[in-house]
């Protein structure tokens, strides 16, 4: 499966953007997706993460209240909302997919397939 991730770019802090990741060469709708991000010099992080049908959620604790993550399965899609955006958020973002049924995933060793990364950068 080759991941694509697209909506990376330069925002202002407090604005938002939508980050998309599309899937080609199957579907996604069996796979748990997560989005992560890696700024310069740091190793990179979880921030986000979907099972299968959309039903299983989780975030780590920086994100929660302004990032959404969300999938169209039709589409073959996932999506990562991003709102109130800070300096500190600028990186590449990164999504990844695993074959789950359910479960979720925050640890990047865990995901096989991986999108090229999109820049995010938040100016202050």
């Known amino acids: 499966v080759q991941l694509q991730a697209s909506g990376g770019g330069l925002v202002q802090a407090g604005g938002s953007l939508r980050l998309s990741c599309t899937a080609s060469?199957?579907?996604?709708?069996?796979?748990?997706m997560g989005w992560f991000r890696q700024a310069p010099g740091k190793e990179r992080k979880f921030l986000a993460a979907?099972?299968?049908?959309?039903?299983?959620?989780y975030y780590t604790d920086s994100v929660k209240g302004r990032f959404t993550i969300s999938r169209d399965n039709a589409k073959n899609t996932v999506y990562l909302q991003m709102n109130s955006l800070k300096p500190e958020d600028t990186a590449v973002y990164y999504c990844?997919?695993?074959?789950?049924?359910?479960?979720?995933?925050?640890?990047?060793?865990?995901?096989?397939?991986w999108g090229q990364g999109t820049l995010v950068t938040v100016s202050s």
């Open positions: 990844a997919a695993r074959d789950s049924k359910s479960a979720v995933f925050t640890t990047p060793s865990l995901y096989p397939y």
């Open positions: 060469g199957r579907t996604l709708s069996s796979s748990a």
């Open positions: 979907i099972g299968s049908s959309g039903g299983n959620i």
